[in-house]
């Protein structure tokens, strides 16, 4: 399931993001990739080095953290340290798929949180493979595209502006990708049951399905 939530990293954090990256070092992405990415991926990271990247990852896992929706699609187990990336005129990357493994953590859920205005920039769109075909994503600032760490994906060629955004990892309680929209629909589902009819039999009985297919589905 990909998801677009549209104010995944609040205003105030995107404004610290893009204040700092106007100022920051950033480093060639070749340098944090693996030895087939070398050849297609051509962005620029923040750079390991910069004294306000700590801050700033510390800053967006903790609104992820505190976003209801991230958590109900994502059902997040451990998040990655979150790479801020920008793509110039000319810079692209080319289809991959992000690592299974990182830093000891398995990678579920992949999710680019856009941090520059559409209008700002062209191309630089996430593309992702889908059974339907390529699918591109260029949202505003502070929306974010949700998607299974196993599709293929790329970042369309910037033709124009500057491409700024946070890319991160998780690793899910759910790993299995079907899993976690069966407890997905079955929560806002059960959402709507309270919301309509208040807490009912048919709400205690979808609630109590959720919590066990948890019970059953989660690696803890
Ligand atoms: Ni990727």
């Known amino acids: 399931m990909i998801f677009c939530i549209a104010d995944l990293l609040p205003a105030a954090d995107c404004a610290a993001v893009i204040e700092a990256a106007e ?6 992405g070749r340098q944090t990739a693996g030895w087939h990415a070398r050849q297609i991926k ?7 080095a910069e004294p306000r990247a700590p801050a700033l990852r510390a800053r967006i896992a903790a609104a992820l953290g505190h976003h209801e929706l991230f958590s109900l699609v994502v059902r997040p187990k451990a998040l990655m340290p979150v790479m801020i990336s920008r793509y110039q005129p000319g810079m692209a990357y080319g289809a991959h798929v992000d690592d299974a493994i990182m830093g000891g953590l398995r990678s579920d859920v992949s999710f680019t949180i856009f941090l520059a205005d559409p209008e700002s920039y062209d191309g630089g769109e996430l593309v992702i493979d889908t059974a339907l075909g390529e699918q591109p994503f260029k949202l505003p600032i502070g929306a974010g595209v949700v998607y299974p760490s196993g599709a ?7 033709t124009r502006g500057t491409r700024l955004a946070a890319v991160g990892w998780a690793q899910s309680l759910v790993r299995d990708a079907a899993r976690r929209e069966i407890l997905f629909d079955l929560d806002q589902a059960r959402r709507s049951l309270f919301q309509a009819q208040g807490k009912t039999t048919e709400f205690d009985l979808v609630s109590k399905s959720v919590a066990n297919l948890l019970r059953l589905w989660a690696d803890t």
Do not use: E, I, K, M
């Open 152 to 158: 293929l994906h790329r970042v369309a060629p910037v």
């Open 42 to 48: 051509d962005n620029q990271q923040l750079a390991p």
């Open 23 to 28: 100022t920051a070092g950033f480093v060639d």
